[in-house]
């Protein structure tokens, strides 16, 4: 590079008064020259609060902005925020994590030294509350045992070329060459852009030197309603946008469900289908115990093993159900729109 790029950070938010200015002070603790970025904040029409605190950084930091996303949804949210983009390279942030000083010098380097199109690290997951609960819910975001080969969240030593990353850090161009993110998909709108980057010969790689720190959920209900959205929105995106991107990882927990409920059926008429339906769950528990001691020998607590086997089988359960509405959900005539590129969508939301 002659000259550092220019780079727009696009943050989707809505509703999120109590993670914004964590997000906000980290982006503003950068060691990027603050006169090569922008900071386009795509704000939902918050209710909470949090359009208030995005005006008190906007009127104190001249290059933080706030764009009004009026779809109230994040693949509308990321699409206002590159249509008014200046930026040669686009890295989106999340509203619900805090990053290092150096996370966008290291993004922008690795673009550029490696050719990709999109770049990503780790995502270090953290509990919002230091229960029991939340430990356990933070850990199996991140637990090989329930994310299985999503390396952005279970870590990896070197660099690998992937089928998606966490936010990502994208060269302008991309946008204008394959389109914006896909409005039809309210949930799962990176992994069809992201394939549809793949399917267009883009190449996208995860670096284990870039990490930034993510807030999980820490509320059991709105964990179990999570878990059934993102199993179900992998199946149900393809569906709805044409563009097959389902992982081998996304069919385990559909497979588990499967097996579990074909063997508890069976059993009530074959006695053989009892010994398996015992066999399976006795593995199940020993490979869950197994997965739980990581957690355990950290927290010095051995009560963490009876946590963590109820936030793994909600996840496995909840996940494979998730699947299967995916799956199966009838979707009518509704069909995925064209997207349109970055240079044809601009001009800031009025507000």
Known sequence: MKALPFV????????????????????????????????????????????????????????????????????????????????????RLDAHAEYPVNYVSKCVAVLYETGADNVGGIRKTSPRSDTRLANALAFAVSSPFTAGNAVYRTGVKERRWVDTVFCGCYRKEVFDRIGLFNE?????????????????????????????????????????????????????????????????????????????????????????????????????????????APLAKEKKDLRYFIVAQLVFITTHVLYGAGSIYGIAKPLGRRAAPVAATASAVGGSQPR
């Not at 284990?208 to 999570?226: L, N, S």
């Not at 398996?276 to 869950?288: C, D, E, K, Q, R």
Request: charged share 25%.
């Open 8 to 91: 727009s950070i696009v943050i989707p938010c809505r509703n999120e008064k109590k993670y914004i200015s964590g997000c906000l002070d980290s982006v503003l603790a950068f060691d990027y020259p603050k006169d090569r970025m922008e900071v386009l904040v795509s704000d939902g029409m918050s209710q909470d609060g949090t359009r208030e605190i995005l005006k008190s950084y906007e009127s104190a930091y001249p290059f933080i902005r706030m764009l009004d996303n009026v779809k109230k949804i994040t693949p509308s949210a990321l699409n206002v925020a590159i249509g008014n983009a200046r930026g040669d390279v686009i890295l």
């Open 184 to 292: 039809i998909l309210t949930k799962t709108q990176d992994r069809e852009f992201n394939q549809r980057l793949r399917d267009a010969g883009g190449k996208i790689l995860l670096d284990p030197d870039i990490e930034c720190k993510y807030y999980a959920r820490t509320d059991y209900g709105e964990y179990c309603h999570w878990m059934i959205e993102i199993g179900s929105w992998p199946f149900l995106g393809s569906r709805l946008s044409g563009r097959r991107f389902v992982s081998l990882r996304n069919y385990v927990p559909l497979a588990f469900d499967a097996c579990l409920i074909t063997l508890l059926v069976a059993s009530c008429w074959l006695s053989i289908a009892r010994w398996l339906l015992a066999a399976f769950v006795l593995t199940y528990g020993i490979s869950s115990l197994l997965a739980a």
